[in-house]
């Protein structure tokens, strides 16, 4: 239970940034508007990537979960910063 819930924690706080990087990269808005969206937003993603882990059946469960979408959103957060 520990492990699932270090992956929950470290794995969903990397994921939430992750995914708040390539959702500012996409809003069309001020910078001040994106990262006050950014701070809106982020927590509650947090938090439900953190429950979506923690009710997988194991810590290999949970890791595949979090990588599953923490690898897409990498590539695109690459590709974002390149062009």
Do not use: E, Q
Not at 26 to 48: C, E, H, N, Q
Request: aromatic letters at 14%.
């Amino acid at each position: 239970m520990w492990s699932k819930t270090a992956i929950a924690i470290l794995g969903g706080c990397i994921l939430s940034i992750s995914l708040m990087l390539n959702l500012n990269f996409i809003m069309p808005f001020k910078v001040d508007t994106r990262l006050f969206i950014g701070l809106l937003l982020a927590f509650p993603l947090w938090v439900s990537v953190m429950v979506w882990c923690y009710s997988s059946d194991s810590f290999k469960h949970a890791l595949k979960r979090c990588t599953f979408l923490f690898v897409p959103s990498a590539i695109a957060n690459a590709l974002f910063l390149l062009n």
